[in-house]
């Protein structure tokens, strides 16, 4: 009868607190890490990350960055911005009326050509 080895696995590492469990995608990415993630210059995602564009905390004068919420960045749709993205934002505002009448008097005309 030939013995068989019983291969011993190796303990990883002991993972202790709220991220105990947690799946091995979620990795804390320093600046240099995260612009070679998203392949960017450091530069430019330092500029997004001061804008809060991206995802990313400042602890003390250093950037980190969630590799997961990168993820999850990159395939949210972008938000809409300029003016497009501010269509109908005063329209239930109580001051509406008022507002337009005292811009189309400071304009000398009426709102419509027929009044």
């Known amino acids: 009868m030939a013995a068989t080895k019983t291969k011993r696995?190796?303990?990883g590492p002991r993972r202790n607190g709220p991220m105990a469990g947690a799946?091995?995608?979620?990795?804390?990415?320093?600046l240099p890490e995260a612009a070679t993630f998203l392949r960017v210059s450091e530069e430019a995602l330092l500029h997004l990350a001061t804008l809060q564009e991206v995802p990313g905390r400042k602890i003390g004068r250093e950037w980190r960055f969630s590799k997961?919420?990168?993820q999850d960045w990159l395939v949210a749709p972008a938000p809409r911005r300029g003016l497009l993205s501010q269509i109908g934002?005063?329209?239930d505002d109580p001051h509406r009326e008022e507002m337009l009448k005292e811009?189309?008097?400071g304009r000398g005309r009426p709102e419509t050509e027929g009044r």
């Open 68 to 70: 997961t919420a990168l």
């Open 103 to 105: 811009i189309y008097a």
């Open 9 to 11: 696995k190796t303990p």
């Open 23 to 30: 799946a091995d995608t979620t990795q804390v990415l320093t």
């Open 89 to 91: 934002a005063v329209k």
